[in-house]
């Protein structure tokens, strides 16, 4: 999955987006815009300025905080109630201004990006309704400000590490203002979450729990070892920058950053024994519509939770149909599909060692799974990216409620690289056969290709090479599986293809899990047990996903969702085109313009598929 505070940013961006880009029609060929078409451009070049100037952990992320931005590299993104409403205030000025633009005279591309603008115009019109959770962050539907998955605390630190560079004093000592400015952005998220409890809008109590061993593996650190303060002493070390850089870390996360946790793990703690053992949003202020908007939000589709769940359990029965012929043909016929998946990642041979060594080898074995890609790339894209990919593990501290694999985009400038991120909490979970199924997911050719080849686009605003729809991108993801199946990558590997199908049914099945959680009013239990009978993984590893789908509803659709999308199309375009179907030529045009909802997508692909018909 993609990094989820890096997409927050990325589509909260999208409020101030200029949606300008490379026309469907042809990859890398552009059209002159239309009168209208002009002045949207106008309009949202503007608008990007306009969110520029309020979202300093943004501009650091894209690697636009040097030269006259330096300033931002001392601040970090408001937070506050008051920001958020002028966000939605901003929002509806824009939408304004956007229906002054006659819809019906814009063809082409000015067309894609006044339907995909409106789009984000009308989610944060929906989003405005509710005044709980992380709103105005197009895109996505969080409930809770904090969570095991959701809030600072956790998005902070790694965005320290990660994106806020170390290479002279002055670094070093932004990123000093930067953590003193954690503290404080710590206690606004204390004050609005003590505020949505007010409003009956309390994570269930198995969330709160989770979220205190978080916070509880935070704080038992010295400060002097804190993360926070070994990555600045880290970094300056290696770039040579004499000073105390380790005393005045570790004095402001001992006398303002640890006391701000405190504070805040003390709300979260006030509020468990009253907490709500119900897993779905539903039982929040207007938590069904707040469900429908979440699945919008993420998926860009407007399915009903009924319709989401009927498609999951088909999906589901026919991806274990597969799966059966496979175990069938290596001679494993006994028990259901899930049991006999599950008896596979328990062999001796498919387990890495729970140590240090074991993580390391893993961590090697991705590497060369990589590298034996990157090989074959040029076979069905006419572009690769140039952008780098590195494998992390995901940080120790937060590693107990984070996800098993996510992607953090590299930087404009090309002065960081992409990341892939896997949770090496316990090496049990990732069985060898599963592995390169992950990798193709995350880096290449999944989400470090799709989001790299945006970045290093020409002639593209900067908004539109963001990955700005969950749907299109993990869809994508998904899709690259399959792309990976279908060139080859597991022949003669039938546990690796296995592995293959076991991440489509896992996607499937959260189709099911999450309209269950919070459509059809499932309790936490009752859904980790589908997920283990239909899948065949731990109960652990599984009650950490579903425990996940409870904090961000409707996240977990945009899957499956978006890869059925992604397939459609481009079956639809084989089918317009015959003969003349280049599979480089659908990728690249896919690819070429940037993420947008799958409507768009579809729609767009099935005129470029018609104009290269034409000829």
Same mark, same amino acid.
Not at 83 to 110: N, P, Q, S, V
Not at 187 to 195: F, G, L, S, Y
Not at 463 to 469: D, V
């Given at each position: 999955?993609?990094?989820?505070?890096?997409?927050?940013?990325?589509?909260?961006?999208?409020?101030?987006?200029?949606?300008?880009?490379?026309?469907?029609?042809?990859?890398?060929?552009?059209?002159?815009?239309?009168?209208?078409?002009?002045?949207?451009?106008?309009?949202?070049?503007?608008?990007?300025?306009?969110?520029?100037?309020?979202?300093?952990?943004?501009?650091?992320?894209?690697?636009? &905080?040097?030269?006259?931005?330096?300033?931002?590299?001392? $601040?970090?993104?408001?937070?506050?109630?008051?920001?958020?409403?002028?966000?939605?205030?901003?929002?509806?000025?824009?939408?304004?201004?956007?229906?002054?633009?006659?819809?019906?005279?814009?063809?082409?591309?000015?067309?894609?990006?006044? &339907?995909?603008?409106?789009?984000?115009?009308?989610?944060?019109?929906?989003?405005?309704?509710?005044? !709980?959770?992380?709103?105005?962050?197009?895109?996505?539907?969080?409930?809770?400000?904090?969570?095991?998955?959701? #809030?600072?605390?956790?998005?902070?630190?790694?965005?320290? @590490?990660?994106?806020?560079?170390?290479?002279?004093?002055?670094?070093?000592?932004?990123?000093?203002?930067?953590?003193?400015?954690?503290?404080?952005? =710590?206690?606004?998220?204390?004050?609005?979450?003590?505020?949505? !409890?007010?409003?009956?809008?309390?994570?269930?109590?198995?969330?709160?729990?989770?979220?205190?061993?978080?916070?509880?593996?935070?704080?038992?650190?010295?400060?002097?070892?804190?993360? +926070?303060?070994?990555?600045?002493?880290?970094?300056?070390?290696?770039?040579?920058?004499?000073?105390?850089?380790?005393?005045?870390?570790?004095?402001?996360?001992?006398?303002?950053?640890?006391?701000?946790?405190?504070?805040?793990?003390?709300?979260?703690?006030?509020? $468990?024994?009253?907490?709500?053992?119900?897993?779905?949003?539903?039982? %929040?202020?207007?938590?069904?519509?707040?469900?429908?908007?979440?699945?919008?939000?993420?998926?860009?589709?407007?399915?009903?939770?009924?319709?989401?769940?009927?498609? /999951?359990?088909?999906?589901?029965?026919?991806?274990?149909?597969?799966?059966?012929?496979? $175990?069938?043909?290596?001679?494993?016929?006994?028990?259901?599909?899930?049991?006999?998946?599950?008896?596979?990642?328990?062999?001796? /041979?498919?387990?890495?060692?729970?140590?240090?060594?074991?993580?390391?080898?893993?961590?090697?074995?991705?590497?060369?799974?990589?590298?034996? +890609?990157?090989?074959?790339?040029?076979?069905?894209?006419?572009?690769?990216?140039?952008?780098?990919?590195?494998?992390?593990?995901?940080?120790?501290?937060?590693?107990?409620?984070?996800?098993?694999?996510? !992607?953090?985009?590299?930087?404009?400038? #090309?002065?960081?690289?992409?990341?892939?991120?896997?949770?090496?909490? @316990?090496?049990?979970?990732?069985?060898?056969?599963?592995?390169?199924?992950?990798?193709?997911?995350?880096?290449?050719?999944?989400?470090?290709?799709?989001?790299?080849?945006?970045?290093?686009?020409?002639?593209?605003?900067?908004?539109?090479?963001?990955? %700005?729809?969950? /749907?299109?991108?993990?869809?994508?993801?998904?899709?690259?599986?399959?792309?990976?199946?279908?060139?080859?990558?597991?022949?003669?590997?039938?546990?690796?293809?296995?592995?293959? $199908?076991?991440?489509? +049914?896992?996607?499937?099945?959260? %189709?099911?899990?999450?309209?269950? %959680?919070?459509?059809?009013?499932?309790?936490?239990?009752?859904?980790?047990?589908?997920?283990?009978?239909?899948? #065949?993984?731990?109960?652990?590893? =599984?009650?950490?996903?579903?425990?996940?789908?409870?904090?961000?509803?409707?996240?977990?659709?945009?899957?499956?969702?978006?890869?059925?999308?992604?397939?459609?199309?481009?079956?639809?375009?084989?089918?317009?085109?015959?003969?003349?179907?280049?599979?480089? #030529?659908?990728?690249?045009?896919?690819?070429?313009?940037?993420?947008?909802?799958?409507?768009?997508?579809?729609?767009?692909?099935?005129?470029?598929?018609?104009?290269?018909?034409?000829?």
């Amino acid at each position: 999955m993609l990094d989820r505070r890096q997409m927050l940013l990325s589509t909260a961006a999208a409020a101030a987006a200029a949606m300008v880009g490379a026309p469907f029609a042809a990859a890398g060929k552009r059209l002159l815009p239309s009168e209208g078409g002009a002045k949207l451009t106008a309009l949202l070049d503007r608008m990007m300025q306009d969110f520029l100037k309020e979202s300093p952990e943004f501009m650091t992320v894209l690697g636009m &905080d040097s030269g006259p931005n330096a300033a931002v590299r001392s $601040l970090l993104d408001d937070r506050s109630q008051a920001f958020t409403d002028k966000a939605f205030a901003a929002f509806r000025g824009y939408g304004t201004e956007l229906a002054a633009i006659d819809r019906k005279a814009l063809t082409g591309m000015d067309a894609v990006n006044y &339907d995909t603008t409106k789009f984000f115009i009308d989610t944060a019109a929906i989003s405005d309704k509710f005044d !709980y959770g992380t709103q105005g962050t197009i895109g996505g539907a969080a409930p809770y400000v904090v969570s095991q998955l959701t #809030g600072s605390y956790g998005g902070i630190p790694q965005f320290l @590490d990660t994106n806020h560079q170390i290479k002279t004093a002055a670094d070093g000592e932004t990123y000093l203002d930067r953590l003193k400015a954690f503290a404080k952005v =710590l206690d606004v998220e204390t004050d609005r979450t003590r505020a949505d !409890y007010a409003k009956g809008a309390t994570p269930p109590d198995f969330v709160l729990r989770r979220t205190a061993e978080q916070f509880d593996a935070i704080l038992k650190v010295a400060p002097g070892e804190s993360s +926070m303060t070994t990555s600045l002493v880290r970094r300056a070390a290696a770039a040579n920058l004499p000073g105390d850089w380790k005393a005045r870390a570790e004095a402001i996360v001992r006398d303002a950053v640890y006391p701000a946790l405190q504070r805040q793990a003390a709300v979260l703690s006030a509020a $468990l024994p009253t907490a709500s053992k119900e897993a779905g949003c539903w039982r %929040l202020p207007d938590g069904e519509a707040y469900y429908r908007y979440g699945v919008l939000a993420y998926t860009t589709t407007a399915m009903s939770g009924e319709e989401i769940h009927k498609v /999951g359990l088909e999906q589901v029965a026919e991806l274990s149909a597969r799966a059966d012929a496979i $175990l069938r043909k290596q001679g494993m016929t006994q028990g259901t599909v899930g049991e006999r998946i599950a008896a596979i990642g328990k062999r001796p /041979g498919q387990l890495y060692p729970n140590t240090d060594a074991g993580k390391a080898q893993l961590l090697a074995d991705l590497n060369a799974q990589m590298a034996a +890609m990157a090989k074959r790339l040029p076979e069905v894209f006419g572009r690769v990216p140039k952008a780098s990919v590195e494998i992390k593990r995901v940080p120790v501290e937060i590693e107990a409620g984070a996800p098993g694999g996510s !992607y953090q985009l590299p930087a404009l400038d #090309g002065s960081r690289p992409g990341a892939y991120y896997i949770n090496l909490r @316990d090496t049990a979970e990732w069985p060898k056969f599963t592995l390169p199924t992950l990798t193709y997911h995350e880096a290449s050719p999944g989400h470090h290709h799709q989001i790299s080849l945006a970045l290093e686009a020409q002639g593209i605003p900067l908004l539109r090479k963001m990955p %700005l729809f969950s /749907g299109y991108t993990e869809g994508w993801g998904l899709y690259a599986e399959q792309l990976a199946d279908e060139m080859g990558m597991y022949e003669g590997d039938p546990w690796g293809q296995l592995g293959y $199908l076991q991440s489509l +049914m896992f996607r499937a099945a959260r %189709l099911v899990a999450d309209s269950g %959680l919070h459509y059809k009013r499932w309790s936490r239990e009752q859904t980790v047990k589908y997920m283990v009978e239909a899948l #065949g993984d731990s109960e652990t590893t =599984l009650t950490t996903e579903v425990e996940r789908y409870c904090v961000w509803p409707g996240q977990a659709c945009s899957y499956k969702l978006g890869h059925i999308v992604w397939e459609r199309s481009r079956e639809a375009a084989k089918k317009t085109l015959g003969a003349k179907f280049d599979i480089k #030529g659908f990728h690249d045009t896919a690819l070429a313009a940037g993420a947008v909802p799958l409507s768009v997508l579809e729609a767009a692909m099935a005129d470029w598929a018609k104009g290269v018909q034409k000829g």
